[in-house]
């Protein structure tokens, strides 16, 4: 071999060696993110957003779970409760078939058909949870009792019910009128009297106090 020959080959096996120091410095390991902050940046506000829209899924299933709680209590309330404005009108009826009967003489004809219809309405109130409560002799409580005026009773307790001018009624667990009462108050205090020796003396000392006077102005 001649010494040009020797030199060519010695001159590509510099450059291949070289070419392999320039790829190994080139080449960065596979996954390696953080050499690129770019890459980090964008995987972070990724993640951000799907933190975010999570958060609004779950809160939008919340509503939704709320909003289909909050129509079912509403159906349920308007089925049993959908008939008080019917049961108020029809309670003024009642009241006057009752006033009707309480005028009426016992043997007249026409009273014993009021009760009938009166037991009809009656039987229709009932059916639609329509009840009504007694409240003489009960202790007046404001919220289910109008007083209507206090009268003083010894027979009876401050605050007890004596006197029903209206009945009051209930639809299921809901007051739809409140009973009109009189309720008892307290007996007034007796003036305590004055022994009778007390008011003698009194007496006579006023009118020691007078005479002694009139003689003064006679002087």
């Given at each position: 071999m001649s010494q040009s020959e020797k030199n060519i080959k010695g001159t590509e096996s510099n450059t291949d060696a070289e070419v392999v120091e320039v790829q190994e410095a080139d080449v960065q390991p596979i996954g390696d993110t953080a050499a690129d902050p770019t890459l980090t940046e964008q995987l972070e506000l990724v993640t951000r957003q799907r933190d975010e829209w999570r958060e609004k899924a779950y809160r939008a299933a919340a509503e939704l779970d709320n909003g289909r709680k909050r129509f079912q209590k509403e159906r349920n309330e308007l089925r049993s409760y959908?008939?008080?404005?019917?049961?108020?009108?029809?309670?003024t009826v009642t009241d006057n078939l009752e006033r009707a009967i309480a005028h009426a003489k016992a043997d007249n004809n026409l009273a014993e058909g009021v009760k009938m219809v009166l037991r009809q309405f009656m039987q229709i109130l009932a059916s639609k949870g329509?009840?009504?409560?007694?409240?003489?002799?009960?202790?007046?409580?404001?919220?289910?009792?109008?007083?209507?005026?206090?009268?003083?009773?010894?027979?009876?307790?401050?605050?007890?019910?004596i006197e029903v001018f209206q009945k009051g009624w209930m639809l299921k667990e809901r007051l739809v009128r409140p009973a009109m009462v009189v309720v008892a108050a307290e007996p007034p205090t007796p003036v305590a009297e004055a022994p009778k020796e007390e008011l003698e003396t009194e007496q006579k000392s006023q009118t020691e106090t007078e005479v002694t006077a009139a003689d003064t102005d006679s002087e």
């Open positions: 959908g008939v008080e404005p019917l049961i108020q009108e029809l309670l329509a009840t009504p409560f007694d409240a003489m002799g009960e202790m007046f409580d404001p919220s289910v009792h109008e007083a209507m005026s206090q009268i003083p009773s010894e027979e009876h307790a401050a605050g007890t019910v």
